[in-house]
């Protein structure tokens, strides 16, 4: 059985911690649900991820569309959201257009949506005709130009209005919020106020859940570790291991070898080459 929203909701209830794990395409998908994992989100972190743009920006919705299709094909239990990119929910009827799209086109179950009272009517429109609505409040990465990357809502007046955002989220409709990049004490305020859950990341282990992006907790990507993620295994290393012996195998004649071939019947050949 997929993971419904009743569901999210008997865990928080329960504090049960949810999980949410990126996922781009078909095959990450099937193993996010082997491995149990109840939440896949089709970010639009894989501008960056799958893409190498420098920010989410440049994501289109039939980038969002055709990766979230992907995921949706290999995910029968995990509940599936996908991110509402950048500028294609300045207005509640372009809200509509695009989850319509997601969820007709992708099979996705819900959208995520980023930002507070900006988005209040497109929260409120999406719900009323059945869209289940994910927010997304401090760090939001389409905004990132204006914000800065960087940890959000230090200040009292901020760190307020997160908190009066997260509660309009929520009378809107929302059905859990993600927050990105917030001080610890205050994700855990706002997790402790609101009947629905958090998904945190960056935001400490207040919240109601977690959510991590798939290439930073497998080592798939360069660099320092970030500090809100946690690598568990430095797959990235493995795969240039493997691909390396493949090079060295070719180029030394080692692969392929007879088993990793088709025979031939001798005299098939010669009478195919050479006649009767
Ligand atoms: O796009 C994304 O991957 C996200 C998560 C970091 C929450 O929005």
Redesign the pocket.
């Known amino acids: 059985m997929r993971t419904t929203l009743d569901d999210l909701a008997a865990m928080k209830r329960l504090g049960e911690k949810i999980v949410?794990l990126?996922a781009y395409d078909y095959p990450s998908a099937l193993i996010c649900e082997r491995a149990g994992v109840p939440i896949l989100?089709v970010?639009?972190?894989?501008g960056m991820v799958m893409h190498g743009h420098d920010t989410?920006l440049p994501v289109s919705l039939d980038m969002m569309v055709l990766h979230a299709a992907a995921v949706s094909r290999g995910a029968q239990k995990a509940l599936v959201v996908a991110?509402l990119p950048f500028l294609t929910y300045a207005t509640a009827e372009d809200a509509i257009r695009s989850a319509g799209r997601l969820m007709q086109e992708a099979g996705v179950q819900a959208v995520?949506l980023?930002g507070g009272a900006q988005i209040e009517a497109q929260v409120r429109r999406l719900v009323d005709f059945g869209v289940p609505v994910m927010g997304?409040l401090g760090f939001t990465?389409q905004s990132q130009h204006q914000i800065g990357l960087k940890v959000q809502a230090k200040a009292a007046d901020a760190a307020r209005k997160l908190m009066d955002e997260a509660l309009m989220l929520q009378d809107a409709g929302c059905f859990a919020i993600?927050l990105?990049l917030v001080p610890a004490p205050l994700a855990q305020a706002v997790s402790e106020r609101l009947a629905i859950p958090t998904?945190g990341?960056g935001a400490g282990a207040g919240c109601d859940g977690q959510?991590?992006?798939w290439h930073d907790i497998l080592g798939l990507y360069e660099g320092k570790p970030k500090r809100h993620a946690k690598r568990y295994a430095e797959i990235g290393a493995l795969i240039e291991q493997a691909v390396k012996t493949y090079v060295a195998e070719v180029q030394a004649g080692e692969f392929p070898t007879a088993s990793n071939a088709a025979k031939m019947d001798e005299a098939v050949l010669s009478e195919a080459l050479y006649g009767r």
């Open positions: 949410m990126t989100l970010g639009d972190s894989l989410t991110d995520k980023e997304h990465p993600v990105e998904i990341i959510v991590q992006v």
